[in-house]
């Protein structure tokens, strides 16, 4: 683990991540509203709306604008011949080696904007943990589904 | 001998006792509703009575009516030895049958309860790979010899219907010898168990919650008899006190733990343990994990260590964190004799430890340092006295000892497969065991400031009962976790 993984993610992952930040954003925005009117209308202290709304916006920020670009910058992966590296993280960066042996199933999924950009979720599981590598172009992330089982097994079977 | 066999007919009160058990809260409310109810309103006037009757006549019924169920699940169930499957066939409307393949059993355990011992009888449990009892078979009450030599069978790759093969002597002949905790052994450990801290932490809060339950002129007049006394007998008081708290806990961890024994039968370790409740584990070797060594905040100044096992597979114990106590009280100098004894391939024997890196603990400390001096510098510009300046340095004297300390203890240490590391998790100090191949995962990971310093934390997972075990081992260098990714790499090399 010098070095980090060679390979990244789809450049449209951050448009995925902006998408699903501004849904969230209008979700949260619309609760913020909400609350801010019960607050006027039945006289609650002024300070209640004002914190629901900037705690939205900042949120907004952090989502929309800050963290995809950084989560994209982190994430990286690399299928090695008997193992799988991954690098995620923001500020604290966790680099993981999983063995082909101990790898239990390998899944594929894909979410409605992630199918708008042709992208795909690729799950590892073990015995006792998951790992993500989200948004893959979806013939990559196919393959490289076959690819783990394949090796996983031919590993195993000696 | 594929003939159909009950249980005893004692698996009916187990059967019984569950359904309470399980249903305790049901039958509380319920009998409280019809208490609360009045129930004489809808009832014509020869057959009114007062709330009591009409409580035991619910309770009753219940008891009846549990008491048919547990009557039909015992008359249901039945069980068949096959030569190389045991077949249980139950369920009272639906019938469940299901045959379990001894090369899918991972263990078999034989557990006597205070009623099984009365009647010389035993509780079968038999475990596969699933952590679902519901999955798993258990045979409530059969007779202790049988499910002996089931396990025998079973143990030793028999036929498990070949009863006659069964000898007298349980052992195998190349059998080393059992390991028995003497009493002595396990009263020092059951006085120092983590326990006790939770006694303690109880009997200090106690006195202060008695107020609130005692009656007020109890309470008062015990209250005055306390303040008349001298200090002498105070000081007996509280010794008496504190002395029957931890009696508590030994008592309670000799009723769970008495007569321990440590046996290996074949390629099985055998566990077993209970004063009232007789509990036999079975582990096969290959099940086993990791291997951790730990030493509570009380056991430190003797040097004691409790092992435990992390293994894959089996009923998830939520109590014991889904470890499986191997040997309640080591001296330091009998670990390595233990290992060589029991679990050969992990032996440490000459296994010299490399020491991390101190930088960490310096970057560590100055962290800490400044968390507490600049709030407190901050509040010392507004009050300022003596003490809390000395209460301020000292605080930073003994975090520095901590970390003192921590440096001196932390390491680890490579030989072939096996990984050996020592550390401090939650005020115990640990010696962990792991083999590469049960190691799922390798982490590293790093903040910005520890990427500068050149240090990183490792983690990584081996399988058990539940979600997996997860061990940290902090703060090492990076050079040291290059050697350590190295040494992991090479696993598949050498399967």
Not at chain 1, 143 to 153: K, P, S
Not at chain 2, 231 to 249: P, R
Not at chain 2, 414 to 440: D, I, N, P, Q
């Amino acid at each position: 683990m010098r070095q980090p993984p060679k390979h990244q993610l789809a450049k449209a992952a951050i448009t995925v991540w902006r998408l699903s930040g501004i849904i969230t954003f209008i979700i949260l925005m619309v609760m913020a509203g909400a609350l801010t009117y019960i607050a006027y209308r039945f006289e609650w202290p002024w300070f209640i709306g004002t914190i629901a709304i900037s705690l939205t916006l900042l949120e907004a920020m952090l989502h929309i604008l800050i963290i995809p670009t950084i989560r994209y910058k982190r994430f990286r992966y690399e299928i090695l011949d008997e193992e799988i590296y991954i690098q995620r993280g923001l500020l604290i960066v966790t680099r993981t080696l999983v063995p082909m042996t101990r790898i239990q199933h390998v899944d594929t999924k894909q979410g409605p904007i992630l199918k708008k950009y042709n992208l795909m979720t690729v799950t590892i599981s073990t015995a006792a943990t998951t790992h993500e590598i989200p948004a893959l172009p979806s013939e990559v992330a196919d393959q490289l589904r076959n690819d783990i089982a394949v090796r996983a097994r031919v590993i195993d079977d000696d | 001998m594929t003939d159909q066999h009950k249980l005893h007919p004692l698996a009916m009160l187990l059967f019984f006792f569950k359904i309470i058990k399980n249903s305790i809260w049901l039958v509380i409310s319920g009998a409280i509703f019809i208490g609360s109810f009045d129930i004489n309103e809808l009832l014509p006037d020869q057959l009114q009575a007062s709330p009591v009757m009409f409580v035991s006549l619910f309770l009753l019924v219940i008891i009846i009516v549990f008491g048919f169920i547990s009557w039909l699940k015992w008359q249901r169930l039945r069980y068949m030895i096959h030569p190389d499957a045991l077949q249980i066939t139950q369920g009272i409307i639906v019938r469940h049958d299901r045959t379990i393949k001894t090369k899918n059993i991972h263990s078999m355990n034989v557990n006597q309860h205070i009623f099984h011992q009365v009647f010389n009888l035993a509780n079968l449990k038999i475990e596969t790979a699933g952590s679902d009892v519901n999955v798993d078979g258990e045979l409530k009450a059969i007779d202790f010899e049988l499910a002996r030599r089931l396990k025998y069978q079973f143990t030793n790759d028999l036929p498990l219907d070949d009863v006659t093969a069964f000898a007298a002597p349980h052992r195998l002949e190349d059998d080393k010898e059992d390991w028995r905790s003497s009493i002595y052994r396990l009263l020092a450990a059951g006085a120092t168990t983590g326990r006790i801290g939770t006694l303690l932490a109880i009997a200090f809060v106690l006195p202060t919650e008695l107020s609130s339950y005692l009656p007020a002129d109890i309470y008062q007049a015990s209250e005055l008899w306390v303040l008349k006394q001298s200090i002498v007998v105070w000081v007996i008081l509280v010794t008496l006190y504190l002395i029957f708290m931890i009696a508590i806990g030994v008592v309670s961890f000799m009723l769970k733990y008495g007569q321990f024994t440590l046996r290996r039968e074949g390629d099985y370790l055998i566990v077993k343990h209970g004063l009232i409740e007789k509990k036999e584990t079975q582990l096969h070797i290959n099940r086993i994990q990791a291997i951790t060594f730990k030493q509570n905040l009380f056991r430190m100044p003797f040097g004691w260590y409790g092992c435990y096992v992390d293994f894959a597979g089996g009923e998830f114990d939520a109590k014991a964190e889904g470890r499986l106590l191997l040997y309640p009280l080591l001296r330091r100098r009998e670990v390595t004799p233990f290992l060589k004894q029991w679990l050969p391939e992990y032996d440490l024997e000459d296994m010299a430890l490399e020491r991390t890196e101190s930088i960490s603990y310096f970057y560590r400390m100055i962290r800490f340092s400044l968390l507490v001096l600049i709030p407190s510098s901050i509040f010392f510009f507004f009050y300022v006295r003596w003490w809390l300046i000395l209460t301020i340095a000292s605080l930073l004297f003994v975090r520095a000892g901590c970390y003192y300390f921590e440096y001196r203890l932390k390491g680890y240490a490579t030989r072939g497969a096996v990984l050996r590391l020592e550390y401090l998790y939650r005020f115990s100090r640990c010696l962990t065991l792991v083999k590469r191949k049960h190691m799922l995962e390798l982490n590293r990971i790093e903040t910005p400031v520890m990427k500068k310093l050149q240090v990183c934390h490792l983690k990584f997972a081996v399988m058990n009962n539940f979600v997996g075990q997860h061990f940290n081992y902090r703060w090492i260098s990076e050079s040291q976790m290059n050697k350590l990714t190295d040494w992991f790499h090479k696993k598949n090399n050498e399967r």
